[in-house]
RNA sequence: GGGCGCAUAGUGUAGUGGAUAUCACGCUGGCCUUCUAAGCCGGCAACCGGGGUUCGAAUCCCCGUGUGCCCGCCA
């Protein structure tokens, strides 16, 4: 709801006005809304609903409620009938007032929580290709914009350490030279290894997984030793799982290291073998045979039978337990669950679309064990012009492929700009740019919305991208700077003498508006929101920036610092909670 | 075959029952001896089709079309 501030003050005559009308307040509280377009006023109450109840044109009705409120409003906030809606639009001067003399502070009211956020995830086998990275940069937003609102966050990955992918990793790297490796791929018209990746482990090991799944396809001998060691993780075999860990954990580390260049950083790492070892694996697929839906195929294998459960398609079985008595990812799921309920209080998991339907299941199973279901953010693949992204058929953009590219992008653009830089200085600002530009093109795009990539887009660092943000941001602290140069001497503010244009007016509604936009980005797990939102604070500054010289003639203009350092901060602070870098100068 | 998502200017997007449909790219015309022009100001241009619910629908419901994802004792 826009300006929270305002809404009380509404809402604290709000129950006068609507006894004076003859209507029961608290059916009609919830007509106090934000408006379309938020230069026409700040909140609004269309009357239209109203008119059949009381008989009366909308128009009218307004003009009335107007009338009522303004008696009693005072000259804080101004109200106005318009086409059938009460408008108000506060007084500049007493949000001055409340930003800085009340010192207004957001996120005072809310309920704090402990949220665990699993996001990422992905099956250490090879580099991140886009596609993957917009499970993190996604799930990293929402454990930053989660803490901005003053959240306890575990940001958690689930590591995938036994089972089918580590496991023919794991193979591969026992069985398969490097000669071999290069030459499979090869004939299979796979690229080589870019050589600026050549000691990265992800790039380079992934090469044997790929190697590993084209000498499988037809050849039983493989396909019985995979068996054989895969079993064994899934049995909770030390010395496999010890194997397994030894080949994939360089690979994750690289992945760490590319998301660390975007900012990425998780606090706690899960091994999917914890739930097998410690047995609560197995005390869940005893707990889910007692469930109603519980079914038993012939070879054993048990399930729950979910067509009852808006489950459908070719089949509504949920396998939790193969026929020779072993665990499935997804009952490990389960377990994995349980564990984290206990250690939060609020779950949110960050997944592919392609797991919508197995989401279900394991919220279905949830449910008959009496465990809570998660919130579960789900997000679109993003394509390449030539079809799907897959690590397996080679078919990808590196991200860290992607971060070069816009760091010689933004490397480029500074050579235009500024001349006046030492290396050290232009590297810094191009990665900050790079990495910001990057996570602020896929944020800024709804979740359940895929797109495909295009260079040319990636790499766009104009109006609507995070480079135009950290600009507002570098433009604020280029006047703090120089302000601090000319020793200002501190002056208290006589708000009855400031004159306040629109653009300044402006600024300050949209700054008051902080809250509101963060609180709907992290109660619909949609960072996408608090893009535009970042994108219209810096609009905002821009204008008034434009219009309102700080320094003019040597002279400090104390209201119009005031308000720019405010944006400062904030811009500041909004750039932190969507993880753009927001640098003092570029 | 079935289920689930998505469909808004040339392109990409916002919008979850209300005012003249948002922002950007693009095309086009302006603004730098003035706090960073990665900026600012003006113009062009859109709700997939058909029904329904409602005083009012881009938004809710139904049918269709297009598109993505899924339907494994894989993860």
New binding site residues.
């Given amino acids: 709801m826009f300006m929270k501030l305002l809404k009380n003050k509404i809402k604290s005559i709000f129950g006068t006005v609507f006894e004076n009308q003859g209507l029961e307040p608290k059916e009609f509280e919830h ?1 106090i ?5 938020t230069n ?2 700040d ?2 109450i ?4 109203l ?2 109840i009381m008989k009366e044109n ?1 128009k009218i009705i307004a003009e009335n409620l107007a009338k009522e409120f303004n008696e009693i409003m005072g000259t804080e906030v101004n109200v106005e009938a ?6 108000f639009l506060s007084d500049s001067k007493w949000l001055v007032k409340k930003i800085f003399v009340d010192n207004y502070c957001f996120f005072e009211q809310i309920n704090k929580n402990k949220i665990l956020i699993e996001h990422t995830s992905a ?1 250490p086998n090879g580099p991140f290709h886009v596609g993957r990275a917009r499970n993190a940069i996604l799930g990293d937003a929402l454990v930053r914009l989660n803490r901005d609102i003053g959240n306890d966050v575990i940001a958690e990955y689930y590591v ?1 350490d ?5 496991g023919i990793l794991s193979w591969a790297l026992e069985n398969i030279s490097s000669e071999e490796v290069n030459q499979i791929l090869k004939s299979n018209n796979m690229d080589d290894l870019n050589p600026i990746w050549k000691n990265k482990q992800d790039h380079v090991r992934v090469r044997w997984y790929q190697a590993a799944n084209i000498l499988r396809k037809d050849n039983q001998k493989i396909e019985e030793e995979l068996t054989e060691i ?1 079993n064994k993780s ?1 049995e909770g075999d030390e010395e496999v799982l010890q194997q397994f860990k030894n080949a994939f954990q360089p690979i994750l580390d690289g992945m760490l290291e590319t998301l660390s260049e975007l900012g990425i950083k998780y606090d706690s790492f899960t091994n ?1 073998s914890k739930f097998i070892i410690d047995g609560t694996v197995n005390e869940i697929m005893k707990r889910l045979e007692k469930s109603n839906l519980y079914g038993e ?5 048990k ?1 729950l039978e979910l067509s009852g459960k ?10 939790f ?4 008595g ?7 799921d389960l377990a994995y669950h349980q564990w984290k309920w206990g250690v939060s209080e609020k779950l949110i998991n960050v997944l ?7 989401s ?1 299941q394991v919220s279905v199973a949830l449910t008959e064990l009496n465990i809570k279901c998660p919130e579960v953010v ?1 997000y ?2 993003i ?1 390449l012009p030539e ?2 992204m897959s690590t397996r058929r080679g078919n990808v953009v590196f991200m860290d492929d992607l971060i070069i590219e816009a760091q010689e992008m ?1 490397l480029k ?2 050579s ?3 001349s006046n830089l030492n290396d050290d200085k232009r590297l810094k ?2 990665k900050s ?1 790079a990495s910001s ?1 990057i996570r602020f093109n896929i944020l ?9 990539f ?1 260079w ?2 990636a790499l ?6 995070a ?2 943000i ?3 941001h ?2 604020s ?3 703090h ?3 601090k140069s000319l020793e200002l001497k501190e002056v208290d503010l006589e708000i009855s003498e400031i004159e306040i244009n629109e ?1 300044t007016s402006r600024l300050l509604r949209t700054i008051l508006r902080y809250e509101d936009a963060v609180e ?1 980005s992290v109660s ?1 797990n ?1 960072p ?2 608090f ?2 939102y970042m ?2 604070l ?2 905002s500054y ?11 003639d040597e002279q400090i ?1 104390k209201f ?2 005031n308000v ?1 350092e405010y944006s400062r901060k904030l811009l500041f602070r909004g750039c932190n909670a969507l993880g753009l870098i927001p ?4």
């Fill in positions: 007509l809304q934000t408006p379309r377009d026409v006023c909140l609004c269309p009357c239209f609903s008119a059949k909308p318009l086409n059938g809606y009460v408008n099956n995938d036994m089972g089918k992918q580590v895969i899934e999917e195929a012939e070879n054993g294998a399930f808006g489950v459908s398609g070719k089949s509504t079985k949920f396998f337990q193969r026929g020779d072993s665990s499935l990812y997804a009952t490990r592919g679309e392609d797991h919508r339907l197995q279900k789900f679109a693949f394509k079809g799907k933004a653009i500074l235009e700009r500024k600002i191009a740019v530009a800024k795009v709804s979740p359940e919305k895929g797109f495909t295009k040319e887009d766009s660092f104009d109006a609507d991208s480079p135009f950290m600009y507002s570098a433009r602290c280029s006047i700077e120089k302000v653009s709907k619909e949609k996408n929101h893009c535009s994108l219209e810096s609009t821009n204008l008034f920036y434009r219009d309102s010289p700080i320094i003019k203009n119009n610092y720019s640098l003092e100068s570029m």
